[in-house]
């Protein structure tokens, strides 16, 4: 009897833990993301910089939180697997620039004209990723929710996609790469994006 008190206990006190470092990280993701949203603002937001200057400072800040290569990996799909080492960080790097070139001033001029708040909501995905959101009311009144879909690592909170009311921005590509790998290969592909890259996307509804 004795022994089965104690193995409940024992069962009971880890189980405390575990929600308990759940809950932390929870809490975690969302300081962290608040930082974000906060810094992404300030910049956007500082008229004594010019957009190019404010696009670099935004882009700098973002390298340290968005994991390129995972969401290349998604965009791509199943096809990654037939990637190289260097293919993988060569069309990262061009599917990145891409994004940057095609959204930078949209998504620069909309951040410094609308209102985001992060919402108090975190939905724990398991295997140690979560997805927090924001809501973002732009200048015209349209209202978007926002998800950051992340998982921990080293002290930090890696995003690896972004869904818009919904939409996932992984997902809406991956049609468009899976015809241009299998019509004219992995490096063409690759040289399309950084050359001239894909057409732009709508990724709310």
Same mark, same amino acid.
């Given at each position: 009897?004795q022994?089965?008190?104690k193995?409940?206990l024992?069962?009971?006190?880890?189980?405390?833990a575990?929600?308990?470092?759940?809950?932390?990280q929870?809490?975690?993701?969302?300081?962290?993301?608040?930082?974000?949203?906060?810094?992404?603002?300030?910049?956007?937001r500082?008229?004594?910089?010019?957009?190019?200057?404010?696009?670099?400072?935004?882009?700098?800040?973002?390298?340290?939180?968005?994991?390129?290569?995972?969401?290349?990996a998604?965009?791509?799909?199943?096809q990654?697997?037939?990637f190289?080492a260097?293919?993988?960080?060569?069309?990262s790097?061009?599917?990145?620039?891409?994004?940057?070139?095609?959204?930078?001033?949209?998504?620069l001029?909309?951040?410094s004209?609308a209102?985001?708040? =992060?919402?108090?909501k975190v939905?724990?995905?398991?295997?140690?990723?979560l997805?927090?959101?924001?809501?973002i009311v732009?200048?015209?009144?349209?209202?978007?929710? =926002?998800?950051?879909?992340?998982?921990?690592a080293?002290? =930090?909170f890696?995003?690896?996609?972004f869904?818009v009311n919904g939409?996932?921005l992984?997902?809406?590509y991956r049609s468009?790469?899976?015809?241009?790998?299998?019509?004219?290969?992995i490096?063409?592909?690759i040289?399309?994006?950084?050359?001239k890259?894909?057409?732009k =996307?709508?990724?709310?509804?």
């Amino acid at each position: 009897m004795q022994r089965y008190v104690k193995a409940c206990l024992a069962g009971w006190m880890l189980m405390v833990a575990v929600c308990s470092f759940a809950a932390t990280q929870e809490q975690l993701a969302q300081q962290q993301l608040q930082q974000n949203v906060d810094m992404v603002l300030s910049v956007a937001r500082d008229k004594s910089l010019n957009e190019q200057q404010r696009i670099s400072q935004i882009e700098r800040y973002a390298d340290q939180y968005l994991d390129y290569e995972r969401i290349s990996a998604l965009a791509v799909g199943m096809q990654w697997r037939q990637f190289t080492a260097q293919q993988r960080q060569d069309f990262s790097a061009a599917f990145k620039n891409m994004i940057v070139r095609i959204y930078a001033h949209s998504a620069l001029m909309g951040a410094s004209n609308a209102s985001v708040k =992060v919402i108090p909501k975190v939905v724990n995905q398991g295997n140690n990723r979560l997805e927090t959101f924001t809501e973002i009311v732009s200048a015209g009144n349209k209202h978007y929710t =926002v998800g950051y879909q992340m998982y921990y690592a080293n002290g =930090v909170f890696k995003i690896y996609n972004f869904r818009v009311n919904g939409t996932s921005l992984v997902t809406v590509y991956r049609s468009q790469f899976d015809q241009l790998i299998q019509k004219q290969g992995i490096d063409a592909t690759i040289a399309q994006l950084r050359n001239k890259g894909l057409g732009k =996307v709508q990724i709310n509804k």
